[in-house]
């Protein structure tokens, strides 16, 4: 959906999928039915790269819906559940992985580590870290020096140093070993500190430079979000336990992002949402490398 500053708004479909109508919970989220575009970047000339959690697949879109499929397999085998893709300042993609599994809901189930993180550069497609729980989001610091890696159904973060060639090294968990619920979108304020939506609990927090957590804000169920704790501590998360935790500004809270002209203002971007929640931040992000 393209924005316009006046407020209008305009829905651009990509050219090989059709509109999707209403669909059941179970179609929708669990057997991820159809063309879902999960993790969206910018690549040099403003056209789009989407990471279609529905297709598996990386995707290139131009502005007016144009697309094609850039990756569908790496050594010959499907990729799994393509979740986030960004770009670097050296022009390489990289593309997380959630889970090969499916559906892909058996991986939350399981606590699977078969999510992985993938280098798309002038050599072709390669895994680089792999036996992740739950890849999501990741982001790069200011220097591209190291990158980090929400680990969703782990409830963490990681941290790897980035070698010239991309190789990825050094794994270790920034912050505490679980942020308290299932961290999902990930995004650095221009003090270090890394903000992350926990999804279902719909919760809001920041990691400090110093690996401290704080709540920035709390918008979710508290009997359903108990409930999820105890499940994922028991080692019995369901999708029935899963849909019954969500909150209600930006159900099923899943991304942030920082925008407008000084980087202040705060986008929810949900899964269950059908609006773009945002407030203004007392500090701004860290520009993005195509800010």
């Known amino acids: 959906m393209r924005i316009a500053p006046d407020g209008s708004q305009r829905l651009i479909l990509q050219s090989t999928v059709r509109r999707n109508e209403a669909r059941s919970f179970e179609e929708r989220y669990i057997a991820t039915a159809g063309s879902l575009p999960n993790g969206l970047a910018f690549d040099a000339q403003g056209n789009f790269l989407i990471a279609n959690f529905g297709t598996d697949a990386l995707e290139w879109m131009t502005r007016d819906g144009r697309t094609r499929t850039l990756l569908d397999s790496i050594d010959g085998k499907p990729i799994g559940k393509a979740n986030f893709v ?3 300042s050296k022009g390489r993609l990289w593309l997380t992985v959630t889970t090969r599994m ?3 809901t058996r991986h939350v189930e399981t606590m699977s580590r078969d999510g992985y993180i993938a280098l798309i550069d002038a050599n072709g497609a390669r895994i680089v870290a792999d036996g992740l729980c739950g890849t999501n989001e990741l982001r790069f610091d200011p220097t591209e020096e190291f990158l980090y890696v929400a680990e969703t159904t782990a409830r963490r ?14 794994r270790e968990t920034y912050g505490p070993e679980n942020v308290g619920g299932f961290c999902d979108g990930i995004a650095f304020d221009a003090h270090g500190n890394l903000w992350s939506t926990l999804i279902m609990a719909d919760r809001l927090i920041a990691v400090t430079p110093e690996g401290g957590v704080l709540t920035l804000l709390d918008d979710g169920d508290p009997d359903g979000t108990a409930a999820l704790d105890r499940a994922w501590q028991e080692g019995r998360v369901t999708p029935e336990v899963m849909a019954a935790a969500t909150g209600t500004l930006a159900p099923w809270m899943a991304s942030l992002t920082f925008g407008g002209p000084d980087l202040k203002t705060v986008y929810l971007g949900s899964l269950r949402g059908t609006r773009i929640p945002w407030f203004r ?11």
């Open 102 to 104: 499916v559906p892909w």
């Open 86 to 88: 960004t770009r670097d």
């Open 157 to 170: 973060i990681s941290r790897f140093a980035v070698r010239a060639d991309g190789s990825l090294a050094d």
């Open 281 to 291: 931040s007392p500090v701004a992000g860290q520009p993005l490398i195509y800010w």
